[in-house]
């Protein structure tokens, strides 16, 4: 005599509407999220700088930057009203390209490098932004940013440390020490 196969309440359920247990069985927990990376993890800390921010550079310049995050939490915006040059406005902009942080540099010498964080040290508290490329120069050796040197203080101010790069030589410009304001 043949024997049926005993199912369970459950099973036969599923067998009468045409499903298998494979239909109904929970879903595998989704895969952790990486961790994120250090540029990953610098970019958010600009994020974090929203607002005004106000110092003064070793060269004794005074600076008012507002670090705005804008395009849907794309780029940060930070706009330098540098006593050094009056009347004029440089901007910055910082985003993540793929993998990579990098800034443009919107300068008052008329033109815009694009620089890409090559070095985080100190923790993510150090970053080293380095030449890319750049538009609105006849060649590299127009005077440009070249570097720049981003240091986050561990009292929350921050400290900006740019190159000056024309006719194949670069020079440090002064550091630039900021503390939020608003």
């Known amino acids: 005599m043949n024997q049926l196969p005993t199912l369970s309440i459950g099973a036969l359920a599923l067998a009468l509407a045409g499903w298998t247990a494979a239909d109904v069985e929970p879903a595998a927990a989704p895969a952790t999220p990486p961790a994120p990376t250090a540029a990953e993890v610098v970019f958010e800390r600009f994020k974090s700088m929203e607002g005004r921010w106000a110092g003064e550079s070793t060269m004794g310049w005074k600076d008012v930057v507002e670090f705005s995050v804008i395009a849907r939490g794309s780029v940060v915006m930070a ?5 050094a040059h009056p009347g004029e406005t440089m901007v910055t902009m910082y985003h993540m390209d793929g993998e990579h942080l990098v800034l443009t540099h919107y300068c008052v010498a008329g033109n815009q490098p ?5 070095a985080f040290e100190e923790e993510g508290r150090a970053i080293r932004f380095t030449w890319a490329d750049g538009t609105g120069l006849e060649s590299r050796d127009e005077g440009h940013m070249d570097q720049a040197l981003i240091r986050f203080g561990e009292d929350g101010s921050y400290t900006s440390k740019w190159t000056w790069y024309e006719d194949g030589a670069e020079s440090w410009m002064e550091d630039i020490r900021l503390e939020r304001i608003e």
């Open 114 to 118: 694009h620089l890409r964080a090559t």
């Open 79 to 83: 706009v330098s009203e540098f006593e």
